[in-house]
């Protein structure tokens, strides 16, 4: 396995504490988020290189965004395509329920995660804002997220996101919350949030998938 490296603040995300069974290659940034898929082994990010701007990486993935899945023959980009690709192939642990509405529910949260809060304050965004701005856009980009993503878990939460299961949701938000701490985000407007987030890093799988845990996490982000 050959991951491929990103700097710990633009987060790729791509729970499911991967590693590649035989015949499948991963190509990530912090990958390692949730219950395994196959046995656990987290690809994670150093600091001081971006190796996904290469032409290398650029043919696995042409947005030059991590995460990619190099698997069963074929190179998947973007996080929630990999996750419902394994989730039709590979589906124990189940990430997606089985009623159709709770199943709503869960691709509702993550694509609010995914698509409406994480773009807004990656490296790529961030950037572009200019050194002075990026915590206060970072702050405003993820509050503004969080307040819509609070109202929404209220109904649907149980213990995790959506109901008692761990879902492709629960993936999405955990290292959401890792970035709003980074970007030194007050999370007392968010009770529901920060609940389940806390439950969520009380299991095992997420525990150890942690990216202040990986063996190239560094030094000042490690816990």
Known sequence: MNPVVQQPVDFGILPGSLRPCPGEESAGGPQAWGLPVCPVQATS??????????EEFQ???PMKQVPALKIDGI???QSLAIIEYLEETRPTPRLLPQDPKKRAHVRMISDLIAGGIQP???LSVLKQV??????TWAQKAITSGFNALEQILQSTAGRYCVGDEVSMADLCLVPQVANAERFKVDLTPYPTISRINKTLLALEAFQVSHPCRQPDTPPELRA
């Open 45 to 54: 990010s150093i600091r001081s290189l971006s190796p996904q701007f290469s």
């Open 59 to 61: 043919a696995l993935n």
């Open 75 to 77: 190179t998947i980009g």
């Open 120 to 122: 807004l304050q990656n």
């Open 130 to 135: 200019g050194q002075e701005n990026q915590l």
